[in-house]
T-cell receptor
């Protein structure tokens, strides 16, 4: 079954500390994965996608097919990173399968 | 460009009432989606459309209907509102051939 799991509902770290938001997936084919972010009172927006291998706002995510993971990382958290983060998997019908989301709080 | 717009932003319905959630886009995207987001849950797909005149059910279509008479508009209809439909509703589009989706600001619906 196709599934995306974000095991942490809430993650709280201090400013300047490293951040890792976990995402695990279950998919039989070659996965295409995304991280979306929703800042307070803003709409959901794309943060990054694994096929472009880019770094956005200091965040990176590497696809690990062996561990079926796509964890989101940032070496030094900033207060403006506080938001809801969603991991999503694109299925064969071009529909996104969503994780439940992780609320990231950056403490000053 | 406005992108994806949704109206209303908030609405309170009584059980059994009906309403239409509006979604419009000016990006000329063929694919459009309706999701609901319940507290602590991921987004669940209600209906989607691959172009004007074509719609299909998603994961949780019961209690909803959609139409797609134009590329720009994709309204979601609730006929007999139930408390289980209390949720935040998001409309989204997809830019082909890529997979990423573009979201509206959402409509927060409460059914009491």
């Amino acid at each position: 079954a196709q599934r995306v799991t974000q095991p942490e509902k809430l993650l709280s770290v201090f400013k300047g500390a490293p951040v890792e938001l976990k995402c695990n997936y279950s998919y039989s084919g070659s996965p295409e994965l995304f991280w979306y972010v929703q800042y307070s009172r803003q709409r959901l927006q794309l943060l990054l996608r694994h096929i472009s291998r880019e770094s956005i706002k200091g965040f990176t995510a590497d696809l690990n097919k062996g561990e079926t993971s796509f964890h989101l990382k940032k070496p030094f958290a900033q207060e403006e990173d506080s938001a809801m983060y969603y991991c999503a998997l694109l299925d064969s019908n071009y529909q996104l399968i969503w994780g439940a989301g992780t609320k990231l709080i950056i403490k000053p | 460009n406005a992108g994806v717009t949704q109206t209303p932003k908030f609405r309170i319905l009584k059980i059994g009432q009906s309403m239409t959630l509006q979604c419009a886009q000016d990006m000329n995207h063929n694919y459009m989606y309706w999701y609901r987001q319940d507290p602590g849950m991921g987004l669940k797909l209600i209906y989607y459309s691959v172009g004007a005149g074509i719609t299909d059910k998603g994961e949780v279509p019961n209690g909803y209907n959609v139409s797609r008479s134009t590329t720009e508009d994709f309204p979601l209809r609730l006929e007999l509102a139930a408390p289980s439909q209390t949720s935040v509703y998001f409309c989204a589009t997809r830019r082909e051939p890529l997979g990423e989706q573009y979201f509206g600001p959402g409509t927060r619906l409460t059914v009491t």
